[in-house]
């Protein structure tokens, strides 16, 4: 399933995680990150949202959206976690859109903004940043080598704060501004830029 269902919106309660990524490829990582998110907090699903054009990535070696949409699906594990093409329908290329947008067409549901601990050190990077963790609960998942340094970097410390734990993110209804939290796991090693020089390393057939 490549579009979450009812993709141009509906009024489904349901506790959604969106795992946003260029997925180039998408590998056993982001599986890791979904699962991980949807036990601790509770979710009744994950959407892997299939970056349309990834706007902090450079475009040279960046595979066909079609081909990525494809990697996504192959680690999907429907009906929990779907991989989803709805960012490239709605032509959304940025979070703070997609999100609102997503608002818009499902307004009974709760988002939460799943990512590893490498983007939570870039999140300043990302535009309107301030927006989207004042809007949206944000849970963060360990990564290798970027746990320790995410949780010391600016984002951590302007929203040090609103940080929760996992069970308390969506406890109750929303407040002023959205809670954030680290979900204990373990950190997985895959990695899609390792997945990539690995692949471009093999000795082509003549």
Do not use: Y
């Amino acid at each position: 399933m490549a579009t979450p269902p009812g993709q141009w919106g509906d009024r489904r309660r349901a506790r959604i995680g969106l795992l946003g990524g260029s997925f180039n490829p998408g590998h056993a990582g982001h599986r890791h990150v979904a699962e991980t998110a949807r036990r601790a907090l509770g979710l009744d699903q994950v959407w892997l949202l299939v970056s349309p054009g990834n706007p902090l990535k450079p475009a040279r070696g960046m595979a066909p959206f079609a081909e990525r949409l494809r990697s996504a699906t192959v680690i999907a594990a429907p009906p929990r976690v779907i991989a989803a093409d709805i960012e490239a329908r709605l032509g959304s290329r940025f979070t703070f859109a997609s999100l609102a947008l997503l608002r818009r067409r499902f307004p009974r549901a709760r988002f939460v903004l799943l990512m590893g601990a490498d983007n939570l050190s870039q999140l300043p990077r990302w535009r309107r940043w301030r927006r989207i963790a004042r809007d949206t609960p944000i849970a963060v998942v360990p990564r290798p080598a970027e746990t320790r340094r995410a949780l010391h970097g600016q984002a951590a410390r302007a929203l040090a704060r609103h940080r929760r734990r996992p069970r308390a993110l969506l406890a109750g209804p929303p407040g002023e501004h959205a809670p954030w939290c680290l979900v204990p796991a373990r950190e997985h090693p895959a990695s899609a830029t390792a997945i990539r020089a690995a692949r471009d390393a093999r000795p082509r057939k003549s």
